[in-house]
């Protein structure tokens, strides 16, 4: 059983910067790709950034240049680094994760169960 379980968020001030983190655990063959969604109230889950095991990143055009993700992939970690934070960040982040358990011969997208970051004054 693969779980993904995300740690780091809480209120922060807008122009402040919080960090957050999502550990895989279980039993994990390989994976292919670790990232962040997030989902404001009243709209869709939109991915935020993602990592591959190669190191490729991408991110979403409203937060370039103020996140950046980073992996620890022997610790099967990976992070979310937010500056410069805006009211509009403010959402509940989902760590997704794209996983081959060890006792299967595929792949599985994996969910964590969010973390709320709120950025208000």
């Known amino acids: 059983q693969v779980q993904l379980v995300e740690s780091g968020g809480g209120l922060v001030q807008p122009g402040g910067s919080l960090r957050l983190s999502c550990v895989a655990s279980?039993?994990?063959?390989?994976?292919?790709?670790m990232g962040w969604y997030r989902q404001a109230p009243g709209k869709e889950r939109e991915l935020v950034a993602r990592?591959?095991?190669?190191?490729?990143?991408n991110y979403a055009d409203s937060v370039w240049g103020r996140f950046t993700s980073s992996r620890d992939m022997g610790k099967n970690t990976v992070y979310l680094h937010m500056n410069n934070l805006k009211p509009e960040d403010t959402a509940v982040y989902y760590c997704?994760?794209?996983?081959?358990?060890?006792?299967?011969?595929?792949?599985?997208?994996?969910w964590g169960k969010g973390t709320l970051v709120t950025v208000s004054a």
């Open positions: 997704n994760a794209l996983i081959t358990p060890g006792n299967a011969d595929w792949a599985v997208n994996y």
């Open positions: 279980g039993s994990i063959y390989s994976i292919t790709h």
């Open positions: 990592i591959t095991s190669g190191g490729d990143e």
